[in-house]
């Protein structure tokens, strides 16, 4: 087995070099702290680990990154990650793993479900987690990172021989420049079943925020309090699909109202399955700019709290305003066929 790449950039807290050594003490590791001892990773499993202060920022990752950007989509090619964040604040640590993500994942790199420990300045976002546990919040902290490692090294990405991809959507047909983008991707994916729903306006009421037990109890029967489509079409439609894709026009620097819902609307039935074993993928449309603030919301949202993977290169990010523009930007083409490849490259086997 080759050495896990512990990369591990500027400065770091005595919880950190915990966490790390931890997780790690099972497993040979070589550490990578500043940029210039950054090197492509082809097919290996690699944890960040970060410390980030007050301000939200870690210089030596930023330089890290800028590295990876300039050079291309191949730098982690066959890599997978996961990441610890710890911070000085309550403030910046799941922004921070959400933007190191999308970068790396835009790089190459795919991530298992839930990829993320992380413990802000004062640790109370572990306390419910160290509850259930009956350990205290340091030793809770220090067994989900050598959880998470494992779960990484033991890690077999699922493939069907005909997988289904489960598309949602909220726009109309005639004007999305999202779906115009969308029809030519599926065009491509011969081999993959493809069930379509259309969350109408008005179809899909919001969370009410039950409680927990309420929450649980109609989980467990797969249903929700406000049942409606949800209940009838989404739940049996996500149990079943081995990926989901959300079909994402930039709505004010969010996705829109309506998917918002069924991602909140899906806790109920997080609580009883849970979506290890199910892809993400995501095609992100925006007028003028802010595609990968959108993207970062689907991996918080989905992958880091519903524990849904990511595979590599799991957005397709275009900007574009007036209707039918999306298919006039050049080289267009080339970047459906990539993506509708990556697509059937990461279900069929």
């Known amino acids: 087995m080759s050495k896990i790449r512990l990369i591990c950039p500027g400065v770091k807290s005595p919880l950190q070099n915990e966490m790390n050594e931890s997780a790690l003490s099972d497993y ?5 702290d500043i940029a210039d001892k950054l090197h492509p990773i082809i097919n290996g499993k690699i944890l960040i680990s970060v410390y ?12 890290m990154l800028k590295k990876i950007s ?7 090619e066959g890599s997978s990650a996961v990441l610890f964040v710890t911070g000085d604040s ?30 802000t300045g004062s640790m109370k976002n572990l306390t419910h987690i160290a509850i259930s546990k009956n350990l205290t919040i340091q030793e809770t902290t220090l067994e989900l990172s050598k959880e998470l490692i494992n779960r990484l090294m033991q890690d077999s990405p699922p493939k069907k021989e005909i997988p289904e991809l489960l598309v949602l959507y909220s726009s109309n047909w005639e004007t999305s420049n999202t779906l115009m983008l969308w029809s030519r991707v599926k065009s491509l994916l011969h081999g993959v079943n493809i069930k379509e729903i259309h969350i109408e306006n008005g179809s899909v009421r919001d969370c009410i925020g039950c409680p927990y ?21 989404v739940y049996p439609a996500v149990l079943s699909c081995d ?3 959300l079909l994402c026009p930039n709505y004010n620097d969010s996705i829109s109202a309506n998917l918002s819902a069924v991602i909140n609307r899906l806790t109920a039935l997080f609580r009883k399955t849970q979506f290890y074993d199910k892809y993400l993928f995501s095609i992100i449309v925006s007028g003028h700019s802010g ?4 993207a970062e919301q689907l991996i918080s949202a989905l992958s880091i709290n519903k524990t849904f993977r990511l595979p590599s290169g799991f957005t397709m990010m275009e900007t574009a305003n007036d209707p039918g523009d999306v298919l006039k930007l050049d080289d267009i083409d080339l970047r459906i066929n990539q993506f509708a490849e990556n697509i059937k490259r990461t279900l069929i086997k």
């Not at 040979?28 to 990578?32: A, C, K, M, T």
């Open 28 to 32: 040979d590791y070589l550490e990578i």
């Open 243 to 245: 990926a989901l894709l």
């Open 291 to 294: 595609s990968d603030l959108l």
């Open 213 to 233: 037990k309420t929450c649980k109890h109609y989980g467990q029967q797969e249903r929700c309090y406000y049942g409606g489509i949800m209940v009838t079409e």
């Open 52 to 63: 980030v202060d007050s301000t939200g920022i870690n210089i030596e990752m930023m330089r």
């Open 70 to 76: 300039g050079f291309g989509q191949n730098f982690f």
């Open 90 to 119: 309550e403030l910046y640590t799941k922004s921070v793993a959400r933007k190191i993500i999308l970068y790396l994942n835009q790089a190459g790199v795919s991530f298992i479900g839930r990829p993320l420990v992380e413990a």
